[in-house]
C-alpha cells in the first residue's frame, strides 16, 4: 500500500494481502520420487525429481517452486511425492508478486503434505530464499511476508531492519483498495534497481550511517554538501517514504482517509520525481484518480511495486468503487490507447491450508 523501495534501506513498508489467490491441489502421485505439476490456467506441466537434493531446471517458472522444496529439503524434511494441479489469479510480473504467492503457497502445501507447521516467518525467509537463488532475483522480504502472514481485515507492517511486525487493523468498510495495472512493463536495461540500490549506499556511506534508515530529514539537509544531486535526490525519496509509512499505518489505524490518500500521493510523487522510477502510463492514470478528487470518492493513489511500469492502488470509498473503476479504465484508455485491468480488494488473509 505503501513503503517503495524501503526495503533495502532497512525502512518500512506497509503491504495488504489481496483477493486474488494462488490455490494447489493435491494428492499422493502413483510414481514415488517425483512431484508432478500442472498449471491449469497455462496448461503447462513440469516434473520435479525430489528423490535426490532438488535442482534449478525447466520450465522456468517451476524454479519459485523447486526453490522451496531445497529449503525445506535443507531443514531436513523429505519431500513427499504428490500430483499438484494449480490455479493463480494474481496477475503475472506485475508487481503484485505472483512470485512470491508461488513460493508460499508451495511452502504451506508442504506443510500440509508433511503434517508439519513452520514458523510463518521462517516460511517467508525460505520463499525468499528461494526467489534470490533458483530464480536470481535479489528481492527484498516484504511479498513474501505478507503472502505468509496477512490477516483477513488487516495490513502488515513491516520492519525490515527487525523484522517485526504489526497487523494494523482496516476495519472501516466504507473504503477500498482498487488495483489498476497499467498493462504496461517497460523493459529497462536492468540495471535500474541495482544502480538505485547502490546510490542508496552511497548516500548512508557519505553521511556516515550503516543505512538511510538511520537519516532523519533534517539530517539529510544538513548533509545535502556530501552528497551529489541525484545521490541527494534518492535519499530524499527514501528518508521521506519511511516516514510516509509510518503515518499511513497510524491513519489507518485512526480511519483518517484523506491523510492516508494525501501520503500515498506524495509517495507518488516522490517516486516520480526523486527516485525517478514511475512511468508515464503510472503517472496517467494517478493523475486520473487526482482528477476524479475526494468528490468523487477517490482518496489517494500511487504506483506500486519496483516502477517502470506494473500496477498502481488507489484508495477509494467502497460505494465509488465501480464507478471509479470504470471512469479510470475509460480515461486511461482514451489518453493511452491500452486497456487497464482494474479489480477492488479488502485486506485478504495470507496463505492458508484448505483440507478437503
Ligand atoms: P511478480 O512477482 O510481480 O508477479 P515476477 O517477475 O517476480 O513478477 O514473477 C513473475 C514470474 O513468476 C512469472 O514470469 C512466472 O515465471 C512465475 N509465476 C508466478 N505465478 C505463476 C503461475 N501461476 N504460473 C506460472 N508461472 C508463474
Ligand atoms: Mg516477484
Not at 494428492?27 to 532438488?54: C, H, M, N, R, W
Not at 495490513?155 to 477500498?176: E, F, K, Y
Not at 497499467?182 to 549506499?201: D, F, I, M, P, W
Not at 499505518?249 to 500521493?265: D, H, K
Amino acid at each position: 500500500v505503501i513503503g517503495e523501495h524501503t526495503d533495502y534501506n532497512d525502512g518500512f513498508v506497509l503491504p495488504m494481502a489481496i483477493e486474488r489467490y494462488a490455490i494447489m491441489a493435491a494428492d499422493t502421485a502413483a510414481t514415488p520420487g517425483k512431484i508432478s505439476l500442472y498449471d491449469t490456467q497455462f496448461k503447462e506441466s513440469a516434473t520435479i525429481d525430489v528423490s535426490a537434493p532438488v535442482t534449478k531446471g525447466e520450465p522456468k517458472w517451476s524454479n519459485y517452486i523447486r526453490g522451496v522444496l531445497a529449503g525445506f529439503q535443507q531443514r531436513g524434511v523429505k519431500i513427499p511425492a504428490l500430483d499438484v494441479a494449480f490455479l493463480s489469479t494474481v496477475p503475472l510480473g506485475g508487481g503484485l508478486s505472483s512470485s512470491a504467492e508461488l513460493e508460499v503457497c508451495t511452502a504451506t502445501l508442504m506443510e500440509a503434505a508433511t503434517g508439519k507447521a513452520i514458523d510463518p516467518i521462517e516460511k517467508a525467509l525460505l520463499a525468499q530464499k528461494a526467489e534470490h537463488d533458483f530464480a536470481g532475483v535479489p528481492c527484498g522480504i516484504m511479498d513474501q511476508f505478507i503472502s505468509a502472514l496477512g490477516r483477513e481485515g488487516h495490513l502488515l507492517l513491516l520492519d525490515c531492519r527487525t523484522r517485526q511486525t504489526q497487523l494494523i487493523p482496516m476495519s472501516d468498510l466504507s473504503v477500498a483498495l482498487l488495483v489498476i495495472n497499467t498493462n504496461v512493463k517497460h523493459e529497462l536495461s536492468g540495471g535500474e534497481y541495482a544502480e538505485r540500490r547502490a546510490q542508496c549506499e552511497e548516500a548512508a556511506r557519505n553521511l556516515g550511517v550503516k543505512s538511510l534508515r538511520d537519516v532523519t530529514a533534517e539530517q539529510l539537509e544538513r548533509g545535502k554538501g556530501k552528497l551529489n544531486e541525484v545521490v541527494y535526490r534518492r535519499a530524499r525519496h527514501v528518508i521521506g517514504e519511511i516516514e510516509r509509512t509510518v503515518h499511513a499505518a497510524e491513519g489507518i489505524r485512526a480511519s483518517n482517509w484523506p491523510g492516508v490518500g494525501n501520503l500515498m500521493y506524495a509517495s507518488h510523487a516522490s517516486l516520480r520525481d526523486d527516485y525517478e522510477v514511475s512511468c508515464q502510463e503510472l503517472d496517467v492514470v494517478v493523475a486520473i484518480a487526482e482528477d476524479i478528487g475526494h468528490q468523487g470518492g477517490v482518496y489517494g493513489c500511487r504506483m506500486t511495486g519496483g516502477g517502470f511500469g506494473g500496477c498502481c492502488v488507489a484508495l477509494v470509498k467502497a460505494s465509488a468503487a465501480d464507478a471509479i473503476s470504470k471512469k479510470i479504465a475509460a480515461d486511461y484508455h482514451a489518453k493511452t490507447g491500452i486497456e487497464a485491468i482494474i479489480f477492488s480488494s479488502r485486506p485478504a488473509a495470507g496463505a492458508t491450508i484448505i483440507k478437503g
